[in-house]
């Protein structure tokens, strides 16, 4: 069976092919060293994995994005790996009690509280691109659409080539990276503002 007839198989939601989905992805990724103990120590279990795949692609209708481009396992492979990733509550801006204080095992110092809030930061952060992205739209339009369509929507070169009718991959590549030196001098003229 081939990548499309597998994915097609698991997009009508056949139990062929999400028997598939476990034997070669799922299961392996669950006994795999680099997540084995990531899910053990955050109480995930295969299973919590397969729902939530499932959840992801049937549920919110992420099957569609598969375009065939590389192994649709290697694809599936990456949203399960992000599931045990993103399992780590620290990793949420939650931090762990264990170790805070100074008489925990093995541990000298208590541990440093966090001062700064980063909710805060990260809108101030969106806050701050938005307000760039209008500025390089006011410039130059067709830059800030080829710097949405690579950053955002991860299209290739050729893509964008073809969706805006631009001559050539080089100039594409080309206006690409004048609206990143633009962003990023954004960024350095605020920061200086800031300080």
Not at 37 to 53: K, P
Not at 134 to 153: S, V
Not at 154 to 170: G, K, T
């Amino acid at each position: 069976m081939d990548d499309m007839e597998w994915h097609a198989l698991v997009k009508a939601g056949e139990d062929a092919g999400w028997k598939l989905v476990w034997e070669r992805v799922v299961e392996p990724e669950s006994r795999s060293m680099r997540s084995a103990e990531m899910m053990n120590r955050f109480s995930l279990t295969a299973g919590d994995l397969m729902g939530m795949l499932f959840d992801e692609m049937i549920g919110k209708g992420k099957i569609d994005l598969y375009r065939g481009e590389g192994s649709f396992e290697g694809w599936l492979k990456r949203y399960v790996r992000g599931y045990v990733l993103n399992a780590d509550p620290n990793k949420h801006g939650e931090i762990s009690i264990e170790g805070a204080h100074p008489d925990a095992e093995g541990e000298s110092e208590a541990m440093a509280i966090p001062i700064q809030d980063k909710e805060t930061i990260r809108i101030e952060v969106w806050r701050m691109t938005l307000y760039f992205f209008r500025l390089l739209w006011n410039e130059d339009p067709e830059r800030c659409y080829i710097h949405l369509l690579k950053t955002r929507y991860f299209l290739s070169s050729e893509e964008i080539r073809d969706f805006l009718d631009v001559s050539s991959v080089a100039n594409v590549d080309q206006i690409f990276s004048r609206s990143v030196k633009f962003m990023r001098e954004s960024w350095k003229k605020w920061d200086r503002v800031k300080k």
